[in-house]
Structure formats: structure tokens, C-alpha cells
């Protein structure tokens, strides 16, 4: 089981960005899937996840207006939308599974939750 995550990057207050999370050793429906960042100085913060079985997805409340997961089984990607970032959105971007600890239909935020975790991905939003 393998993550990594990319499409970080330099943007602007307000822009978008779209960040990728490849799987590989299994496809995305198969486990939960999480994001999560973690800015400089920070604790690690639970972004959104998407479930296995139905696809049912979670969010942070102070995100989920501008955040939107998806996945693209066939292509073995998890993606995140990103609307409207600020300066506050800066941080390293991850990707992590739960490799089925909690079952189908599981989805959750807490990083502890999830045991196997992709390489982050940088997003800075500045002007």
C-alpha cells in the first residue's frame, strides 16, 4: 500500500488548486481515504475523507465550503479541490488510508485513525 501526494504549489489569496493522491497496491474504493496538512509549527489537522464502500464523504466543518474530495477508481486517484484558499491554507498537504482498520463505510478525520500515509505536498498561498 502506497500514497503520494501532489499538485502543491505557489498560489494566490482566493485561487484554487487541485491536489492529487495516487494509490498503488490497491484501488481508492477498497479503503478509507484521508486528507490532512500540517503547517509549520502546527498539529497535524484532519481536512476530509472519503469512504470505501459508497464513497460517502467527511469534511472539517471550518472547510467543508471550500474543499471537496473525489475519487477516480479507474485511475487509482483521490483528488482534493481546493476554493478560495488564503494564507491561512498554507501548509503540507497528505493523503493517508486507513488500509480497512475500521471497516467498510468507515470515514473519519483523526490522524491517529489512519496507519499508512503518502508524502505531502507543499501549497503556499501568498501574494
Not at 23 to 42: N, V
Not at 71 to 99: F, G, H, I, K, S
Request: contains cysteine.
Amino acid at each position: 500500500v502506497q500514497l503520494q501526494a501532489s499538485g502543491g504549489g505557489l498560489v494566490q489569496p482566493g485561487g484554487s488548486l487541485r491536489l492529487s493522491c495516487s494509490a498503488s497496491g490497491f484501488t481508492p474504493d477498497y479503503y478509507a481515504i484521508g486528507w490532512f496538512r500540517q503547517a509549520p509549527g502546527k498539529e497535524r489537522e484532519g481536512i476530509s475523507c472519503i469512504s470505501s464502500s459508497d464513497g460517502s464523504t467527511y469534511y472539517a466543518d471550518s472547510l467543508k465550503d471550500r474543499f471537496t474530495v473525489s475519487r477516480d477508481n479507474a485511475e487509482n486517484m483521490v483528488y482534493l479541490q481546493m476554493n478560495n484558499l488564503q494564507p491561512e491554507d498554507t501548509a503540507v498537504y497528505y493523503c493517508a488510508t486507513d488500509q480497512g482498520e475500521y471497516g467498510s463505510g468507515w470515514c473519519g478525520i483523526r490522524p491517529i485513525d489512519f496507519g499508512s500515509w503518502g508524502q505531502g505536498t507543499l501549497v503556499t498561498v501568498s501574494s
